[in-house]
């Protein structure tokens, strides 16, 4: 069986890793982050992900599985790194470039080489390849040099890196190949081979296809509180068209892919890539919009009390790279008016620069509950804590997620459903 070295032990990193232990694979996890790879020895992991946990014990006390912080000798590199954007929102490959240059010392004729890393179009081609040529591979020749995107949904992860069909791209096809034939060892679905740019630019547009569509309902959501209408109701009935699926509108978007793999297109084409560069405008205008309507809410008092509860960009994980619920905590924490609480039954203390405090403690005579994530949890809040809690009953679902309704002592308002409160702004429309 082959021995894998996977660079970067993170939310992809290391579910992969332990992916590959439990099917028999030798594997060696790889972290700058001396907790990471102290707790991995110990059986034991800092992040939340279903199922994750009992996985990487059972494979640590078989000896599949090992962290180091240094690479070692393996038949297959994986390298997992991030991929952020820089302050201009351009690509940040400096990672995956170090990863790369990391194994150089270990990496010997044969090896695969493949890169799970979400990477601009070209990358493989112009950053990755030259690197290993210039270290004396040939990188055509030498090394099977291939791109295989993750494309995994939190919470579903184990799950899906077996399942989902995985696109490997390969700088030759004979390095796909022998890339592929590395997953075809774990993964029941399809395994499909191609160019590394296609590969690239595959990952990258199905995120950018979910941010486009997620920007539209967004921009609904604006028109409808300007026009007074329930964007909600009318994303009902127009889904009720057999070929429409409108998505519902947010506070924004968030995480590891959609906030960030539409900039890489953007950057490699701008003068093409309009719709897509509007649709990241869009959506990264929802934080404020949401602002706007906590400012609305709460103008009639003095010092309004407010519980902002959720932080993470979706519901139920504890990720919360890229989350507006973090932008939206932040401007308004900045705001000496406020009074505010922060809670999020999925988020750690170390992972944020504000104290959290217990549910019942964020509600306790709070003026305003602003839902910022659909957690389950939030999902079925009790209308009674509210009522017996809260100092004016008033909440603000900006994930349409919580089972809540209007009543005569309790107040909600939805984030396509904001009618009652934008009356009062409401122009004609030839105005």
Do not use: W
């Amino acid at each position: 069986m082959q021995k894998i070295c996977v660079i970067g032990l993170g939310y992809i990193g290391l579910p992969t890793a332990a992916v590959f232990a439990r099917a028999g694979f030798s594997v060696v996890g790889v972290d700058v982050n001396e907790r990471v790879v102290e707790r991995l020895n110990q059986g034991e992991i800092i992040i939340e992900e279903v199922g994750l946990p009992e996985v990487v014990k059972e494979v640590v006390a078989k000896g599949k599985l090992h962290a180091s912080s240094t690479p070692e000798e393996a038949d297959v590199f994986i390298i997992s790194v991030p991929t952020p954007i820089h302050a201009d929102c351009t690509a940040n490959v400096d990672y995956v470039a170090s990863a790369i240059e990391s194994i150089l010392p270990y990496l010997k004729k044969g090896n695969v080489v493949i890169v799970e890393s979400t990477i601009p179009p070209r990358t493989i081609d112009d950053v990755v390849a030259p690197i290993i040529e210039k270290a004396g591979f040939n990188p055509k020749e030498d090394v099977a040099l291939a791109h295989c995107p993750e494309r995994v949904l939190p919470g579903r992860i184990l799950i899906e890196l077996v399942e989902n069909t995985r696109i490997v791209g390969g700088l030759t096809p004979q390095a796909a190949s022998k890339a592929a034939d590395v997953y075809r060892q774990i993964v029941t679905g399809d395994v499909i081979e191609t160019e590394a740019a296609t590969a690239e630019m595959s990952k990258l547009m199905e995120n950018t296809f979910r941010d486009v569509n997620i920007a539209l309902a967004n921009e609904l959501a604006k028109i409808s509180a300007r026009l007074g209408i329930d964007a909600h109701k009318v994303i009902e009935l127009a889904n009720k068209h057999p070929r429409v699926n409108i998505h519902h509108p947010g506070p924004g978007v968030g995480g590891h892919c959609l906030a960030v793999d539409p900039y890489f297109i953007v950057e490699k084409a701008p003068e093409e890539a309009l719709m897509i560069q509007l649709s990241r405008d869009i959506n990264n205008s929802m934080p404020d919009f949401v602002i706007e309507q906590i400012i609305k809410l709460t103008a009639e008092l003095k010092e309004p009390k407010i519980a902002l509860c959720g932080l993470t960009y979706k519901g139920n994980i504890d990720d919360v790279r890229e989350s507006p619920a973090l932008e939206i905590v932040e401007k308004v924490l900045a705001n000496p008016r406020y009074d505010v609480r922060i809670h999020d039954p999925h988020v750690r203390d170390d992972q944020v620069p504000f104290p959290l405090v217990s549910f019942e403690e964020a509600v306790s005579k709070a003026n305003l509950v602003v839902i910022l994530t659909d957690h389950n949890e939030f999902k079925t809040i009790d209308k009674h804590v509210l009522l017996d809690q809260m100092e004016t009953p008033v909440v603000f679902d900006t994930k349409n997620c919580t089972n809540l309704e209007q009543e005569e002592e309790l107040t909600v308002y939805r984030i396509g459903d904001l009618t009652s409160l934008q009356a009062i702004a409401v122009k004609p429309i030839n105005s």
